[in-house]
């Protein structure tokens, strides 16, 4: 008989979970790939062929993660994308190409000289992004030679895996029905897989050390909040893990029960103000469960998804049965359509944008959609004739100008004289907002909030835009996340030029899914919140334990 075993690591998501253990495998295809090596130009073109066969498949990533998990999760994969697109790794792999090495072994050689240059700094953070360079090239090389990324036998029970280290893309794909938990031999607390781990609710474990193989299969005990896998336990320790977990899940079923009781209930904090609990999607389809977590209405819809999935652009009457759609389904709720949001990060082939030194600062959002009338008069006459059939509101991105509120009123006027030419119905009175995504629309609050009904701040673009940091870039992801203070006082100074203008103000950011800043956001009388599905209940508690 195997004697007890006890691992200690970092617990990254809590919750104590019994059951045998399953080793992570990694097999080879069928058929694999020749790896002869061919000429420099056919290495290149093989490369060159993978690279952007994992960026589709990256951004395939991105969209589950979207629907299954939250926005912020799904901006790993970006910075995935974002990676494979750097100039300094591919002329790294290419530079390898180039001195004779086969394009597979150009990837695995550029990518330990990243990630040992990043370890040998000797910062947590960084050195936790070496998970992210690792995946990218992995992926990379899967393609070049036909492996087969997880191959896991179907289980007929659930089991704890075990891994040397779990990617983010590997870590997405897992099959929750069928994984109690992870552990990890590697890896620290601030990984981008510890963050997918939290989000997803998956207990783990990282940083064990090397867990032999010989004891795949074993009966083991997880507790990742006092950091612990002990496997083939002692009666004794098998009898204390129960209690402890019994104890834990009668505090989690109460909680969850006292969220449910709510759910339905206005969030109205202890001192009487209201909030609404609104959630971000990308489409119509995710409705069905933003209700059946209390969402009151639709804070974001993303109308640039009804055009990444087009090869042209959709037609009128495509937008409008998509945002019918959602109106119907709201069964009279708010719904709030963001006009197209195009550019920058979401590139679309047969918009043929132009390439740009910084198109985060450049041609995107409102700015293409003023200057394409066309496009944009179609995509405002679909949502007014879909306000016909619910509460359905039009949102403006990026505005940073009067001008562009002015002009974009003009064409929803003239769109508007179009339909009651033709006879089509729609509300007369639809809101009309505008997203505060940079310093420029905070500080000039006073006066737009005279020409709209409501604000909607998009704290992602707000902070990278107010602290001069790209969100999307690894190297500085931390300055975003810990410096608040500035974009919660250009919150502060919207909020209140808005109220005093009679209209009303939400956070759709990922600051409004963060439950320390709850408070924060009251105080300002934040009026709404709109938050991706899985943190729905979560913030609707908060906003009532509030002062």
Not at 47 to 61: C, G, P, T, V
Not at 212 to 223: M, S, T, V, W
Not at 269 to 278: C, D, E, L, N
Not at 452 to 480: H, K, W
Request: with cysteine; glycine share 6%.
């Amino acid at each position: 008989m195997t004697k007890g075993r006890k691992y200690y690591g970092t617990g990254i998501s809590t919750g104590l979970v019994c059951g045998k253990i399953k080793f992570l495998r990694t097999e080879k295809a069928d058929k694999i790939k020749a790896s002869t090596l061919e000429s420099k130009e056919k290495e290149l073109e093989h490369f060159e062929k993978a690279r952007a066969q994992a960026i589709r498949e990256i951004k395939e990533l991105e969209k589950r993660a979207l629907v299954t998990i939250g926005e912020k999760e799904a901006q790993i994969f970006k910075i995935h994308a974002m990676l494979l697109e750097d100039e300094d790794y591919t002329d790294a792999i290419i530079g390898e190409i180039k001195g004779g090495s086969g394009a597979a072994q150009a990837i695995k050689t550029a990518c330990n000289s990243y990630t040992q240059m990043l370890e040998a700094l000797g910062d947590e953070y960084l050195s936790a992004r070496c998970a992210d360079i690792k995946d990218i090239s992995n992926h990379l090389v899967r393609i070049l030679t036909g492996e087969v990324s997880v191959k896991q036998e179907k289980e007929h029970e659930p089991y704890i895996l075990i891994a040397s280290d779990l990617t983010p893309s590997q870590t997405v794909m897992l099959d929750k029905s069928n994984i109690l938990g992870f552990v990890t031999f590697g890896g620290t607390p601030s990984s981008h897989t510890a963050i997918l781990a939290r989000a997803m609710g998956i207990p783990a474990l990282v940083g064990t050390g090397v867990i032999e193989r010989e004891l795949d299969g074993k009966f083991a005990l997880l507790n990742a909040a006092k950091d612990t896998l002990i496997i083939c336990p002692s009666e004794y320790e098998i009898s204390e893990f129960e209690k402890e977990r019994q104890a834990s899940n009668k505090i989690a079923k109460e909680h969850e029960e006292y969220l449910r009781s709510v759910m339905n209930k206005p969030a109205v904090t202890r001192g009487g103000h209201r909030v609404m609990i609104y959630a971000n999607i990308g489409s119509d389809l995710e409705i069905a469960s933003a209700l059946s977590n209390g969402a009151e209405g639709i804070g974001l819809l993303r109308s640039e998804f009804l055009y990444l999935s087009k090869s042209n652009y959709p037609t009128e009457e495509e937008l409008f049965y998509a945002y019918k759609d959602a109106a119907i389904k709201m069964q009279g709720k708010r719904v709030i359509i963001r006009t197209l949001d195009i550019g920058a990060d979401k590139q679309i082939p047969y918009f043929e944008l132009p390439k740009e030194e910084n198109p985060a600062l450049g041609y995107r959002a409102i700015r293409i959609c003023l200057d394409r009338r066309e496009m944009f008069k179609k995509q405002l006459r679909a949502i007014l004739r879909a306000s016909a059939f619910g509460r359905v509101a039009i949102m403006l991105p990026l505005v940073v100008s009067l001008w562009e509120i002015t002009q974009s009123k003009a064409i929803i006027e003239e769109c508007k004289r179009e339909l009651s030419t033709q006879g089509i119905a729609f509300d007369s009175k639809i809101e009309l907002g505008i997203m505060i995504e940079t310093p420029a629309s905070a500080v000039m609050s006073e006066e737009l909030s005279c020409e709209v009904d409501f604000f909607s701040v998009g704290t992602n673009d707000l902070s990278q835009y107010t602290l001069a940091c790209d969100r999307q870039n690894p190297m500085v992801t931390q300055i975003c996340e810990k410096n608040t203070e500035p974009v919660m006082r250009l919150i502060k100074m919207s909020a209140d030029a808005i109220h005093q203008n009679g209209g009303w103000i939400g956070v759709c950011g990922e600051m409004a899914a963060d439950l320390s800043l709850t408070q924060r956001f009251v105080d300002m009388k934040i009026d709404e919140l709109s938050v991706s599905i899985p943190y729905l209940l979560g913030v609707r508690g908060k906003v009532n334990e509030c002062k």
